[in-house]
């Protein structure tokens, strides 16, 4: 098994541009959860989708960022206009059950740097 | 002005010897808990898992214990090794609603060679 593959590992940018963050889950599991982590705040639930429907984003910071699971395999994480305090590891995890509530397996993570 | 981080607690442990890491909870409905370790660079990992209706689980070198009267968890690793060095988080299912897992902030645990 692959496990949780995110993509890019790492993105630099520019205040201003649009970034785009991308996960393919573990194949068969039902659930999607978007985290951000940094050292100010921790490990932050952004969004989590239950069967590709998104179950509740009110983690999500601010208008900027939005999210999308299009299929059982895939889902973006996109912020539009990025600023300097989003940079931050963010993290896809995906769980095996409709309740969503065991175990996430995590992904490597995206480093993302807003200049 | 400067930016505060998060300060995680921190635990050093000699090479060897037995660790041991606390996590208190909030909701005493939670009926579902995690371990997890998070190494540099990589993300969270599952540790080991138990439900609320055991005091006691354990796995390979790892040994979880449920309090549920005071509502705490800990995990304890046993020989420690240089490779248990990360940061170890606790996450619960709180069963009143229809909620993901809930992270606690984490314990950094150093491990001297």
């Known amino acids: 098994d692959a496990g949780v593959i995110q993509s890019p590992r790492h993105e630099v940018t520019e205040m201003g541009q649009e970034v785009t963050l991308r996960c393919k889950p573990i194949s068969g599991h039902n659930s999607l959860f978007w985290y951000r982590q940094t050292m100010m705040r921790g490990l932050e639930l952004l969004i989590y989708f239950n069967n590709n429907v998104p179950i509740d984003d009110s983690g999500m910071p601010e208008d900027r960022f939005s999210a999308k699971m299009p299929n059982a395999s895939f889902s973006t994480l996109k912020i539009q206009p990025s600023e300097p305090r989003d940079s931050a590891v963010y993290f896809c995890a995906s769980s095996p059950r409709d309740r969503h509530s065991y175990e996430q397996y995590f992904g490597p993570g995206t480093r993302l740097t807003v200049t | 002005g400067e930016s505060v981080g998060l300060h995680l607690p921190t635990l050093s442990v000699q090479e060897g010897d037995n660790s041991i890491i606390n996590c208190a909870y909030s909701n005493s409905a939670s009926d579902y808990f995690i371990w997890y370790k998070q190494e540099s660079g990589k993300g969270p990992q599952f540790i080991i898992d138990?439900?609320?209706?055991?005091d006691k689980r354990q796995g390979q070198r790892v040994t979880v214990l449920l309090n549920k009267t005071v509502k705490h968890l800990s995990l304890q690793i046993a020989a420690t090794q240089p490779g248990d060095s990360a940061v170890y988080f606790c996450?619960?299912?709180?069963?009143?609603?229809?909620?993901?897992?809930?992270f606690g902030k984490g314990t950094r645990l150093s491990v001297i060679a």
């Open positions: 996450a619960e299912n709180r069963a009143s609603g229809n909620t993901p897992l809930v």
């Open positions: 138990i439900r609320s209706n055991m």
